[in-house]
Nanobody
Framework: QLQLVESGGGLVSPGGSLNVSCAASGFTLDDYAIAWFRQAPGKQRELVAIITSGGSTNYADSVKGRFTISRDNAKNTVYLQMNSLKPEDTAVYYC??????????WGQGTQVTVSS
C-alpha cells in the first residue's frame, strides 16, 4: 500500500520545539519533491516548506529562520524541525510527495498545538 505517515506532533509551549516526521511506505521518496503544509481551523491549507529531490529548500516567510525541512532517503523519511514555536503555528501538519506533478500522495496529518 502506497502511503505517507506523519508523526511527532503534540502539545508544546510557546518558544518550544517539535520535530515531525513523514515516512513513506510502498514507494521511495528519492525522486519526489516533499512539502509540508498546515491547516489551522477555519483557514485554508498553506505551504510551509518544500524540499526538492536534489535537496533544495524553500520556506514560507512566516517560518523562515525557525523551521528546517530535511530528508533522509536511506530512511525514506522527511523531517520538519520546528523551533521557537508560536501559538499561530497551531495547525494540522500534512506532508505531500509530488513526482513532477504526475503522482502525488498525502499523509493523514499530525496535530501540532502551541499553547501555554
Amino acid at each position: 500500500q502506497l502511503q505517507l505517515v506523519e508523526s511527532g506532533g503534540g502539545l508544546v509551549s510557546p518558544g518550544g520545539s517539535l520535530n515531525v516526521s513523514c515516512a513513506a511506505s510502498g514507494f521511495t521518496l528519492d525522486d519526489y519533491a516533499i512539502a509540508w503544509f498546515r491547516q489551522a481551523p477555519g483557514k485554508q491549507r498553506e505551504l510551509v516548506a518544500i524540499i526538492t529531490s536534489g535537496g533544495s529548500t524553500n520556506y514560507a516567510d512566516s517560518v523562515k529562520g525557525r523551521f528546517t525541512i530535511s530528508r533522509d532517503n536511506a530512511k525514506n523519511t522527511v523531517y520538519l524541525q520546528m523551533n521557537s514555536l508560536k501559538p499561530e503555528d497551531t495547525a494540522v501538519y500534512y506532508c505531500n510527495a509530488d513526482f513532477a506533478g504526475i503522482q502525488s500522495y498525502w499523509g493523514q496529518g499530525t496535530q501540532v498545538t502551541v499553547s501555554s
